[in-house]
């Protein structure tokens, strides 16, 4: 069974924006990591934050944890079109990882 | 390169048939996973193996086999008892379980 859950499906916007994604989960974690997917391709690994992490950051992409409300998220600054994609994050808890079904993100040019 | 890679990358097959997807990597990691990805869904696993020789079933293991008998390569057989097996197949693997995960490209199954 799917562990996460991404907030919203599908999001579109400008070249330029910022994107956020929202991730919901149950259980304890040991981590979370968040993917990319473009379309008919595999995951890609895009930054992993830690159950005593609060935010992290990687170039554009800043993720934040709240493990009291159990939810992360995921902004993109200063969006380009080449970030359309679908983005996942992921759970991992005692030997055991779950993917959520994904946020469907749209750069328009 | 290093890399993990599946083929092939599309793959038709008539109700009733045995297939075998292929998944290699030269990344030295011991665990390796199979997950299926239904369209606008995420990833359900399969079936995961940590080492060589020794794999566990996944939340949807029915209708599937696996082996490892190497450490590069980690087959996945979609059987005839597999009775909705359109899907697209990705392989995954990591230096350890907690760690992030190194995708192939996929291999999208078709049923005819």
């Known amino acids: 069974s799917q562990q996460g859950e991404e907030d919203p499906q599908a999001l579109s916007i400008q070249e330029g924006e910022n994107a956020t994604m929202n991730c919901s989960y149950k259980t304890s974690i040991n981590n979370l990591q968040w993917y990319r997917q473009n379309s008919g391709r595999g995951l890609v690994h895009l930054i992993l934050?830690?159950?005593?992490?609060r935010e992290k950051h990687s170039g554009r992409l800043r993720v934040t944890l709240d493990t009291s409300k159990k939810s992360s998220s995921l902004l993109i600054t200063a969006s380009r079109a080449a970030d359309t994609a679908s983005y996942f994050c992921?759970?991992?808890?005692?030997?055991?990882?779950?993917f959520g079904a994904g946020t469907r993100l749209t750069v328009k040019p | 390169d290093g890399g993990i890679t599946q083929s092939p990358k599309y793959l038709f097959r008539k109700e009733g048939q045995n297939v075998t997807l292929s998944c290699e990597q030269n990344l030295n990691h011991d665990a390796m996973y199979w997950y299926r990805q239904d369209p606008g869904q995420g990833l359900r696993l399969i079936y995961y193996?940590?080492?060589?020789?020794?794999?566990q079933k996944g939340d949807i293991a029915e209708g599937y086999s696996v082996s490892r008998e190497k450490k590069e390569s980690f087959p996945l057989t979609v059987t005839s008892a597999q009775k909705n097996p359109t899907a697209f197949y990705l392989c995954?693997?990591?230096?350890?379980?907690?760690?992030?995960?190194?995708f192939g490209p996929g291999t999208r199954l078709t049923v005819l």
């Open positions: 193996s940590q080492i060589v020789n020794d794999f």
């Open positions: 992921a759970t991992y808890w005692n030997n055991d990882m779950r």
């Open positions: 995954a693997s990591t230096t350890a379980s907690y760690n992030e995960q190194f």
């Open positions: 934050i830690r159950s005593n992490e």
